[in-house]
């Protein structure tokens, strides 16, 4: 890009390390040339004075509306382009912003976009002035038309007053990937898409009374595709004014216009993120210790958002009360780092619980203090049910919904110390089904998970909340008794479990009969460890299963049963 190696750009941008980014984006993307920083309306005023080549603006500066500065920027030098340079994703002004006198609009935390847009803006600058010089010329001189015609940049053609091919240069002939002379004589509308074709033959009339046109229109091209090109017509008049031919210009634009459909798809699907994800925002004047408060943010809440009253005290009262002291030092380190992100449990007044996430950026003041925060709410409710959801599905026994080997270890290693330092008894309890596999291989899985779940749910049922059960093989379980007082009272618990778990079972095949085998091992005396007492309790239970089954059994030292665990 030759017009970049001496290139003017004026920067309205307050915030001095966002300028230094911009600069250093440009220079990466080697778009070289003059960055002249402006904060404010005089110094832009000063600037425009002066050749500028492009001109980039910060959506919002202090005391200094960026929409004036597009307004000052057209009076002046209504060629050069404009590009809008926003801070932060969802800003809902940027769309607003966006007018057709603007060139594009580039987001800071998509800096890496900035290179294509720039040279996009000057591009199409430059195109546009060379079609208008192009344009001017051909009026003045027909000469110097048959002189360049065959060699211009773009696509040029003559059409006959009934709409034929008089004339095709060589780059036309390249767009619609045939030789020229094979179109001459024939309609011209023929190479144009249908859908566009109405819209040229209303306008025929008025070319052929002198009147020019430009539009935008797809051609076909090479193997039939479609290519999109700017189309300038006019009429080519003798010197007694009877219009000759018609001159047509056509420039390539399907890039430009690639690159509008990706940014209307990008919109489109931050507008629909925006409503399905129920994204809200906020802007907080630290300074007035006052804050604006989207309604979107206010649903966030579970409040309408007449009952959001504007202090950022409104918004510490309604966080859950365990996560409030950790989110209130983000906010001062956001003040300190100039960016804040953090998640949150909000309690809404029908008692529910739901998770938001926030990102926030902090604008400073001349002096360097903070003075505002602008950021975004995000519901995450779902996303936080889904991760707990997996986190239960990697602790759970899917088949029973109770703690698998690895959670039951944990939750019983944790369980002990407190038992220890309290003086309490606990109490583990192994049990193996005797003679499940014989339903397994008679009946199915099937009818064997339904006898598991069962015995899952008498178990559950049998013990406190406090204790814990959980599978830790095909057809073995494992409780631990806490906070009891002797060894009786866990051989109740474990003859209580023994009635439960003798009781027939009703499955898709009938009733089933399915009995307990119980081996108990008592913390401290028997372990001091989840290991050593499962390992006991099961020697145990390996006891009650060489003398009979169905029954319960103690461990005790002199048991030499071999361990299965």
Known sequence: MNQNSALRILFLESNRRDAELVAERLKTEGITGEL??????????MALAERVDLILANVTV???NALDGLTLAHEQHPEVPFLFVSGAVGDDPLIELLTPSATDYVLKTRIKHLGPAVRRALDEAHARAERNRVVAELKENEARLQATFEYAAVG??????????????????QMLGCEPATLIGQPWLVQIDPADQPMLGARWQQLLSGASFETELRLYGPARSLIWCHL????GCSRMGAVQYLSATFVDISERKRSEEALRQSEQRLRLAEQIGRIG???????????HWSAEVAALYGLPVQMFESSIN????????EDRTALEQRVEQALETSRFEAEWRVL????SVHWLAGRAVVEQDEAGQPCKMLGVNIDITERKQAEEQQRRAAQHDPLTGLHNRALFYESATHLLPGMRRAGHMAAVLFIDLDRFKPINDGYGHAVGDQVLKEVARRLSAGVRQLDLVGRIG??????????IHSGDDAAHVATHILERLNQPYRTDVGELQVTPSIGISLFPADGDSVDELIKNADKAMYTVKQNGKNNVQFYSSNLDAPTRW
């Not at 002249?36 to 005023?45: K, L, P």
């Not at 409104?314 to 009360?321: A, D, M, Q």
């Open 232 to 235: 300038a017509l006019w009429a």
């Open 62 to 64: 202090p005391c200094f």
């Open 36 to 45: 002249m920083v402006v904060t404010d309306r005089a110094a832009f005023e």
């Open 348 to 351: 809404w007044p029908d008692g």
């Open 474 to 483: 095909g057809d073995e379980f494992v409780v631990v008794l806490s906070q």
């Open 156 to 173: 040029k053609a003559h059409l006959s007053p009934d709409g034929r091919w008089l004339r095709i240069n060589h780059r036309l002939g």
């Open 314 to 321: 409104t918004w510490h009262e309604l966080i859950y009360p």
């Open 281 to 291: 925002t906020f802007d907080w004047d630290i300074a007035t210790d006052t804050v």
